[in-house]
């Protein structure tokens, strides 16, 4: 028996678009959109079981930047090495996921790039409130955790004052969607983690993303066909 199972493109491409397509749109207090039963079991099962460490940061100042060298991207490396890495990007990549993103968010995609992180955060873990850059053309987390404690893991959610007014509900392969904005304010706010809290960021990012080492396919835009 083969662990973790493999999985196609196909099938990831399929899921997510019915996810998109069947997903709520939120005004409050930012436009959101919230998706559900993002990928196809057998693609958690293959992210969740990678071999890589969560980082042991120590205390941070809130940030993910500050430990740039320590996060993980599905790079061309993690692509070759990794069955599910690759065809989790395939499928993004493809330009019927690029048209459908566009329609139902209303943005322009065409000629960015896809960025994925797979993110394992452990106690001591926080982000403060912050918004995406505008080098972000979308942003999407994907919540992939899950234990008795984990109900309280999701994504804190401010208003324009960064007053807290929402913390989203982190159901396992469950997803958030936002445009970055002047009000887009979330974060994390410190709190116990018992365990591992193991999402995904995905993005598309404008052609200056600096950065190429996080991108998936650092020669190859985003494409509507």
Known sequence: MKFPP???????????????????RSEWPYRTWKLKEVFPIELCTG?????????????????????NDQRTFITPKLR???????ALADALQRPSVARQLEAVCDI???????????????????LEPHRD?????????IYMFHGPESAEWGTDIYDADQKW?????????????FIAGPATWHGFDKRPIVGVRRLMEIN???PSWRRRDQLAFPDQPISLG
């Open 204 to 206: 598309y990012v404008r």
């Open 165 to 177: 007014v929402a913390r989203s509900s982190g159901e396992f392969n469950s997803a958030t969607i």
């Open 133 to 141: 850059i505008p080098e972000k053309l979308f942003s999407m987390v």
């Open 6 to 24: 493999d999985v196609s493109a196909d099938v990831i491409e399929r899921q997510f678009l019915h996810a998109l397509r069947t997903s709520e």
């Open 108 to 126: 322009q995609v065409e000629g960015g790039y896809l960025r994925v992180e797979y993110i394992q955060d452990i106690n001591g873990a926080w």
């Open 80 to 86: 070759a090495g990794f069955q599910c890495c690759q």
């Open 47 to 67: 992210i969740l079981t990678l071999p890589i460490c969560p980082a042991f940061l120590g205390d941070t100042d809130g940030t993910r930047g500050t430990y």
